[in-house]
C-alpha cells in the first residue's frame, strides 16, 4: 500500500508541476489580450475627451469648466449630460494611467501592476484564448509555475505524511 501511495503521490506531483507551468506560461499570453483591449478602449475614451476639449473651447472654457457647468446647471437634461461628461473623462483618465502603468512594468512586475489596474469590464471583453508561448518572459512564469507546484504538494505531502520527512527523489 505506501508503495502505490508513493507511486501515486508522485504522479499528482507531476501532474501538478506541468499544470502549474502551463497555466502560469498563459500570463504573458493574457497580459497581451488584456492590454490590446484596454488601448482599443482606451482609443474610444480618448476620441470622447477629444470632443469635449473640442466642445469646451468654441466656448472658451477648460474641459473641466465645461462638464462642472453641466453638472451644476439647475436644468435636469444639462445635469443628466453633465454626469455622462464626468464619467467619460473619469474613464478617459483611469484608462489612461492604466495602460501607461501596464506599458512601463517591467515583465517580472506585471502580475503585481495588472492586478492593481485590473478592470473586470476590460477582461470580459478581452476573449482570451490559451495558447502555447513561445518566449523567454513565459519560461520564466512556466518555471515560477513549477516553483509553485514544487511548493504546493510539498506543503500538501507534508501534511498528509504528518510532517515526516520527504524523499529527495520524490519530484523526479
Known amino acids: 500500500m505506501n508503495l502505490l501511495a508513493r507511486f501515486l503521490g508522485g504522479v499528482s506531483e507531476r501532474i501538478a508541476a506541468v499544470v502549474l507551468a502551463v497555466a502560469a506560461a498563459q500570463f504573458p499570453v493574457y497580459f497581451l489580450a488584456y492590454g490590446n483591449t484596454l488601448a482599443g478602449a482606451q482609443m474610444e475614451?480618448?476620441?470622447?475627451?477629444?470632443?469635449l476639449l473640442a466642445e469646451a473651447a468654441t466656448l472658451h472654457l477648460g474641459v473641466e469648466d465645461f462638464v462642472r457647468r453641466h453638472e451644476e446647471n439647475a436644468d435636469a437634461v444639462f445635469q443628466?449630460?453633465?454626469?455622462?461628461?464626468r464619467s467619460t473623462l473619469e474613464r478617459y483618465r483611469r484608462y489612461s494611467a492604466m495602460q501607461e502603468a501596464l506599458r512601463s512594468a517591467p515583465a517580472w512586475e506585471r502580475p503585481l501592476v495588472l492586478a492593481r489596474n485590473f478592470d473586470p469590464a476590460i477582461h470580459a471583453a478581452a476573449r482570451f484564448e490559451p495558447g502555447l508561448p513561445?518566449?523567454?518572459?513565459?519560461?520564466?512564469?512556466a518555471l515560477a509555475g513549477l516553483l509553485l507546484a514544487w511548493l504546493l504538494t510539498s506543503l500538501v505531502g507534508l501534511a498528509f505524511r504528518g510532517g515526516g520527512a520527504r524523499r529527495a527523489d520524490s519530484f523526479r
Open 45 to 51: 475614451a480618448e476620441a470622447r475627451y477629444r470632443e
Open 80 to 85: 443628466a449630460s453633465g454626469r455622462i461628461h
Open 134 to 141: 513561445l518566449t523567454l518572459e513565459a519560461g520564466a512564469y
